[in-house]
C-alpha cells in the first residue's frame, strides 16, 4: 500500500507541473476551487502537509487530479479479469498512447465501450493529457501505486463507498471539515433508506449526493430483492456540486455494476451541479422570471435562463450523447422554430447545471446536506445564493447579514431539496445538525415545517438522535435524522428514536460498517419532541413520554435576564493571573499561557492586588460549589459600566496595572474577538474586557456551565479573601442583588425537574443564556414558606460543600426536590 510519504511525493511533483497550465484553463479551476472551498488567498486558513512549497490553489489542484485519476482507475480496473495486471499494462504504455488513455479515461468513453455510460468529469484535465515527459513519468508511477490497491480481485478498500478512505488520505481535515465534506457513513445510508420506505419501482434522489453512498446503498438493496439494476438506475439521480466529488460518485456505482451487473448497458445519472442554484435564480417559477444571469463555478454563461428553449433543448441532446438516460427526470423539450436545427456549444457542467434547473420531483428524497456555517461558506457563494435564503425566509427581521451569522447551509439546502426536488406526497429522509432542533435563533424557519412562511407544509413523522455515537467516522459531530412526507402537516409530539450503545466502552462504528452490525452494538429508546411553545418555531424538547408529561407544567415564562461571563476577546494569556504571593497591596503573579490560542511571553509581575479578581471557569465550576484558582486582571470598575477606567484613572489607580497592560498593547491591540460598535470601544480602551455591565458587579451569580452534557447550577458570591468572583465566558449566569431570592432561584433550577427539563432542550454540549427562556421560574416571595425553606436548604447545601464532600448534601437536595415538586403542582 501507498505510505503517506509516498503519496505527498505525488501530490508535490504534480502541483509544480501546474504552473506550465494555460492561463484561461487556471483560471477556471481557481475559480471554481474558490467557489466550493473558499477563497485560498485569504478565506481559507488551511495547511497543506508536504506542500509548503507549492501556492494553495496548485496544491488542490494536484489534490483533485490525484483523487480523480485514483477512483476512476481503480473503477476501470474493477472491469477486468485481473485488475491490477491491467493497470500495470496501462503503466507500460507508450507517451503518446497514455496520453490517449487519459484522454478516454476522463471523457468517459472507456467506460461507454464496457457498456456504462455517464461518466466525464467536466474539469479541464488537458494540462494532463498534454504531458512532458517527466509527468508522463509521474502519471505511470501514479497507476502502479494505485495497482498495488488491489489484492488479485479483491480492493484493498472496505465498503461500498471505498472512495471515502481515499479522500480522507488526500484531502486536509480542516479543509473538508469547513467545507461540510461529512460523507455519510453506509450504515446511516442503509437506515435511512428503509426510513424513507423507499422501493426500486419509486423514483430516488440525492441533491447533494457527495460521494454515492445512498445511491448505492439503494443498489444493494433493490439487488438483495431480486430487482433488476437496468430497470432501477434509470429511477436513480443524484446531483453534486464538486464534480470531482461527483467523479467518485460515478466511480462507486461503476465498482458496485461491476460487481454485480451483467453485461448488459447501464447509464450512471449524476449531475455535476449545484441542487440549490435553481431556488436562487428563480424569483418566479410561474412566470420564469430570473433574478440573475445563470452562473456554473461562478462564470456567467451565455443563458439567462435555464429554461430557455435553446439551452434546455442543448442540454438534453448533450445529455442523450453522453449516454444519460433522464425519461424519468427531464420533461423532453419541446423543439420550436427557434431551436430547430440549432444546438448551442455546451460544455459538460453547463449542461449538468441546465438539467439540474429542470429536474422533476422525485417520489422519494434521501441526502446529507453540507453542513458550512455560514462564516465558512465562500464569499461567491454567499452572494450567489443570497435570493435563495430571501425566497424561503431563513433570516430574521433584523436583516440578513445578522442571520447568515447565525445559520448553516444545510438549512438552505434541506428546505430547497423538499421544495423542488420531493413531489408532493413523496417521502424523504435527511441527516440534520441537532441543533435544527435545539437552537434559539439559528433554525427556528426550518422547525416551522413549511416549505416557506405559510407555505407546503411537512409532515415530520418521526426523528433519529445518536447521543454518544461518533457517526461520522472523520469528524466529532453530533447527528440527528428526519423522516418526514411532503404536503401535510406535522403533529406534534413527534416520535424520537434514540440510538444509543448497549455498553459504555470505547466504541463508535466505522464508516464501512453494517446496519447489522452496528444494531448489534446499540438499542433503541423512544422518546419524544415538540417544542415549548405553541409555535413550532420556537426550541425543541426531547425527553421520553413520562418526564414530557411531568416537565409539562414547567414551560411558561420567567423574568429572569441570563448573562454571559467576562471575555477577554481572545487574550486570556494577558489577564489570566496565577498569584503567587502577596505583600503590602501587591500581588507577585504570573500570566498563563498554557492553553492559549494566542502566544503571549510568560512574565512574573507584581500588580495591585485589587485589580485582580477571582475568576471562575466552566471547569471550576460543580453542582452547588465552585473554586477559583486563578485571578483576573480587571481594569474595570461598577461606576463605568460596561466600560474600563479610564487610562489616566487606571495609572493613578493600578499604576503596576497599567504598566503591564502597556507592555502587552499590541498583543491587546490586535484582538479579533471584538465586532461592530465592540471594535470603537477597543481602539479607545486597548485593554478593555467584554461582556461587563451593572450585572457583573451583582453580589450573587446563579451561574452554569456553557460546555456541559449536564444542566449543573451554582451560586457564585465572594471568595475566601472577600474580593467579588467572576465568572468567565465559558459561564452564563444570572445576576442577584438579595442572597434568598438568588438561592431561592438555584434551588428551583438545580431540582431534578428543572434539570431534565433544560437538559431534554440542549445539543451539542451547549447550554446558552436562552436555555431556560421557556422555564416557568416563579418570582421569590419571602411570604411564602416553600420559597424560603428551598433558598435556606439550598444555600445550606453550598455552605456544607466548601467543607464536606457531596454525599453530605444527598439529602437536602431530595427535599429540594420534593420542594419543587410540590411548588409546581
Excluded at 241 to 257: D, K
Excluded at 293 to 310: H, K, Q, R
Excluded at 386 to 412: H, I, M, Q, V
Excluded at 757 to 786: G, H
Aim: glycine residues 6%.
Amino acid at each position: 500500500m501507498q505510505t503517506t510519504n509516498q503519496l505527498n511525493d505525488q501530490l508535490l511533483r504534480l502541483a509544480q507541473h501546474i504552473a506550465g497550465i494555460d492561463t484561461a484553463i487556471l483560471e477556471s479551476w481557481k475559480s471554481r476551487i474558490d467557489l466550493c472551498y473558499g477563497a485560498m488567498d485569504g478565506q481559507r486558513a488551511v495547511t497543506f502537509a508536504g506542500l509548503e512549497q507549492v501556492d494553495a490553489h496548485s496544491a488542490v489542484i494536484a489534490m483533485e487530479s490525484l483523487f480523480f485519476l485514483q477512483t476512476n482507475l481503480i473503477a476501470l480496473s474493477a472491469f477486468h479479469r485481473t485488475p491490477d495486471a491491467f493497470l500495470r499494462e496501462v503503466s507500460g504504455l507508450t507517451n503518446e498512447r497514455l496520453r490517449h488513455f487519459l484522454v478516454e479515461l476522463e471523457d468517459g468513453t472507456l467506460f461507454k465501450n464496457l457498456g456504462v455510460s455517464g461518466f466525464g468529469s467536466g474539469c479541464k484535465f488537458d494540462w494532463l493529457f498534454d504531458a512532458s515527459s517527466s509527468l508522463c513519468d509521474l502519471l505511470k508511477e501514479i497507476i502502479v501505486s494505485v495497482s498495488l490497491r488491489w489484492d488479485e480481485h479483491n480492493l484493498l478498500l472496505e465498503g461500498d463507498d471505498p472512495f471515502q478512505a481515499l479522500q480522507h488520505q488526500l484531502f486536509p481535515a480542516n479543509l473538508c471539515h469547513v467545507t461540510g465534506q461529512f460523507f455519510t457513513p453506509e450504515w446511516l445510508a442503509e437506515l435511512l433508506l428503509l426510513d424513507a420506505g423507499w422501493n426500486p419501482s419509486q423514483t430516488l434522489v440525492d441533491p447533494f449526493c457527495g460521494s454515492g453512498v445512498f445511491i448505492v446503498k439503494a443498489l444493494r438493496q433493490a439487488v438483495d430483492n431480486q430487482a433488476s439494476i437496468d430497470e432501477i438506475l434509470p429511477r436513480i439521480l443524484g446531483v453534486e456540486l464538486n464534480p470531482i466529488t461527483a467523479a467518485a460518485c460515478r466511480a462507486n456505482i461503476a465498482l458496485f455494476l461491476a460487481q454485480h451487473a451483467s453485461e448488459a448497458k447501464y447509464c450512471i445519472n449524476i449531475l455535476a451541479a449545484d441542487s440549490v442554484l435553481p431556488s436562487a435564480l428563480d424569483a418566479d417559477r410561474a412566470n420564469c422570471l430570473w433574478a440573475a444571469p445563470l452562473a456554473v463555478d461562478g462564470i456567467t454563461t451565455t443563458f439567462e435562463s435555464p429554461y430557455d428553449d435553446i439551452a434546455l433543448y442543448s442540454a438534453h441532446a448533450y445529455a442523450n450523447a453522453a449516454g444519460l438516460n433522464l425519461s424519468h427526470w427531464i420533461s423532453p423539450p419541446t423543439s420550436h422554430g427557434n431551436t430547430s436545427g440549432q444546438l448551442a456549444a455546451l460544455t459538460r457542467r453547463e449542461a449538468d447545471q441546465i438539467l439540474t434547473c429542470n429536474i422533476l420531483p422525485a417520489d422519494v428524497l434521501v441526502t446529507n446536506p453540507p453542513w458550512v456555517g455560514w462564516e465558512y461558506m465562500s464569499r461567491p457563494y454567499r452572494e450567489i445564493t443570497a435570493p435563495a435564503w430571501k425566497r424561503y425566509d431563513l433570516f430574521n427581521s433584523k436583516g440578513l447579514e445578522a442571520s447568515f451569522l447565525k445559520e448553516d447551509l444545510s438549512n438552505l439546502a434541506i428546505v430547497t431539496a423538499w421544495d423542488r426536488y420531493l413531489r408532493l406526497g413523496g417521502s424523504s429522509a435527511v441527516v440534520i445538525r441537532p441543533s435544527t432542533m435545539h437552537s434559539e435563533v439559528a433554525s427556528s424557519t426550518v422547525r416551522r415545517l413549511t416549505i416557506t412562511d405559510g407555505g407546503i407544509p411537512l409532515k415530520l413523522k418521526s426523528i433519529r438522535t445518536f447521543p454518544g455515537i461518533s457517526v461520522f467516522e472523520s469528524a466529532k459531530t453530533n447527528t440527528a435524522a428526519w423522516i418526514l412526507e411532503k404536503g401535510e402537516p406535522t403533529e406534534f409530539p413527534v416520535a424520537v428514536l434514540e440510538m444509543q450503545k448497549r455498553d459504555r466502552r470505547r466504541w463508535s462504528p466505522e464508516s464501512s460498517s453494517s446496519l447489522l452490525e452496528v444494531r448489534s452494538k446499540t438499542t433503541e429508546i423512544d422518546r419524544l419532541a415538540k417544542p415549548t411553545t405553541a409555535d413550532s418555531k420556537s426550541r425543541w424538547m426531547i425527553a421520553s413520554r413520562e418526564d414530557m408529561t411531568a416537565m409539562k407544567r414547567l414551560a411558561g415564562e420567567n423574568e429572569l435576564q441570563p448573562r454571559m461571563g467576562v471575555f477577554t476577546g481572545g487574550a486570556n494569556a494577558v489577564f489570566y493571573m496565577q498569584e503567587l504571593e502577596q505583600l503590602n497591596g501587591l500581588s507577585l503573579c504570573e500570566n498563563i499561557v498554557e492553553r492559549a490560542k494566542r502566544k503571549v511571553e510568560q512574565v512574573q509581575v507584581k500588580l495591585e492586588t485589587d485589580s485582580l479578581r477571582p475568576v471562575v471557569r466552566g471547569r471550576d465550576l460543580k453542582m452547588w460549589e465552585y473554586s477559583s484558582e486563578v485571578g483576573l486582571l480587571f481594569p474595570h470598575d461598577q461606576s463605568t459600566g460596561m466600560y474600563p477606567l479610564d487610562e489616566q484613572e487606571l495609572s493613578s489607580r493600578y499604576p503596576q496595572a497599567h504598566k503591564y497592560l502597556r507592555s502587552m498593547k499590541k498583543v491587546l491591540s490586535n484582538r479579533k474577538g471584538f465586532a461592530g460598535w465592540e471594535k470603537n470601544l477597543l481602539n479607545k480602551y486597548f485593554y478593555t474586557l467584554q461582556r461587563v455591565g451593572p450585572y457583573t458587579f451583582a453580589p450573587y451569580k446563579v451561574c452554569w456551565r456553557y460546555i456541559a452534557s449536564e444542566f449543573i447550577v451554582c451560586v457564585v458570591d465572594t471568595s475566601d479573601d472577600g474580593r467579588l468572583a467572576i465568572p468567565n465566558d465559558k459561564v452564563m449566569f444570572v445576576p442577584f442583588e438579595s442572597r434568598d431570592e438568588a438561592f431561592f432561584v438555584a434551588g428551583v433550577l438545580s431540582a431534578s425537574l428543572a434539570r431534565r427539563y433544560v437538559n431534554s432542550l440542549i445539543e451539542s454540549r451547549q447550554i446558552s443564556t436562552k436555555v431556560i427562556k421557556t422555564l416557568q421560574v416563579p418570582v421569590f416571595d419571602k411570604a411564602q414558606e416553600a420559597h424560603c425553606n428551598i433558598s435556606r436548604l439550598c444555600r445550606e447545601g453550598h455552605e456544607i460543600l466548601r467543607e464536606s464532600s457531596s454525599a453530605c448534601v444527598a439529602g437536602l437536595r431530595e427535599a429540594v426536590d420534593e420542594l419543587v415538586e410540590q411548588l409546581y403542582e
